[in-house]
């Protein structure tokens, strides 16, 4: 098991910026790929971004390519999300994700989730 707690969310103006952490404790972090999540009222969970275990390559949903930078540190069992030049568009709950797979934008390939954090962007 995996537990996941996510931090950092608010509501910011549109253009500013937040930090979105993730903390995981249980099993080791390190074994796993983490992404980034978001949902938004009546919409679908959609990825957002994603960073590999091995190599820490990283991936982007092409909505947030060049705002928004994801980040771990092994040795805080941490996954960061900072996100910049926000838009109210960004408006959603942002989760944290552990899993492993191919498809790192499918939520199947993840087998532990945080609980959310609401992030609100005001124009």
């Known amino acids: 098991q995996v537990q996941l707690v996510e931090s950092g969310g608010g509501l910011a103006q549109a253009g500013g910026s937040l930090r979105l952490s993730c903390i995981a404790s249980?099993?080791?972090?390190?074994?796993?790929?983490m992404g980034w999540f978001r949902q938004a009222p009546g919409k679908e969970r959609e990825f957002v971004a994603a960073?590999?275990?091995?190599?820490?390559?990283?991936y982007y949903a092409d909505s947030v390519k060049g705002r928004f930078t994801i980040s771990r540190d092994n040795a805080k069992n941490t996954v960061y999300l900072q996100m910049n030049s926000l838009k109210p568009d960004d408006t959603a709950v942002y989760y944290c994700?552990?899993?492993?797979?191919?498809?790192?934008?499918?939520?199947?390939?993840?087998?532990?989730w945080g609980q959310g954090t609401q992030v609100t962007v005001s124009s």
């Open positions: 994700a552990a899993g492993s797979g191919a498809r790192y934008y499918s939520p199947d390939v993840y087998d532990y």
């Open positions: 960073i590999r275990r091995i190599g820490y390559r990283t």
């Open positions: 249980g099993r080791t972090f390190s074994n796993y790929d």
